[in-house]
């Protein structure tokens, strides 16, 4: 019952976080500014992204649960703070204030959080681990996409 309970605020936590960085991007990939960029040949359409981060979000939280149940500190939950505050700015930054080097920043930071959470608890973890996988993948995806962007445009 405890690890349903974490698991439900951690899902409620990511997915507010979402909602949250899709409030700040002020309707960014639809603007002008962002469908006029030169963006990279292998940006996935629209519709993937509210996809694949609805189920990084439910892995990473299912991650998080396990995690916290397994081993409850300050510092779980501090690394957790900073990528949800990461994950939100980025929108912000990036799409509503045009920003791309300090997203890309942002972004490389978040990567930095996320294997940090892969490989410090890679032993208290071991199978769950791949939960975080596809965060990991994903966010050097966007990272790239970032990337791609400041560099041609």
Known sequence: MKLLKYFVIFLT???????????????????NWYTTLNKA?????GW?????WTTIMICFSV?????YKRV???YILSLFAVQS????IWNYIFFAQH??????????ALTLVIVSFTL???????????????YLIWICVATSLNGYILLNN
């Open 13 to 31: 936590i990511n997915l507010s976080a979402l909602a949250i960085g899709s409030w700040l991007m002020d309707n960014g990939p639809q603007s």
């Open 41 to 45: 040949p292998w940006t996935p359409p």
């Open 48 to 52: 993937f992204f509210g996809v694949a």
């Open 63 to 67: 991650y998080m649960a396990y995690l």
């Open 72 to 74: 409850s500190t300050i």
């Open 85 to 88: 505050f990461l994950n939100v």
């Open 99 to 108: 920003l791309v080097l300090v997203g890309l920043i942002t972004l490389i």
């Open 120 to 134: 410090i608890y890679k032993k208290d973890m071991r199978l769950k681990t791949l939960l975080i996988i596809p």
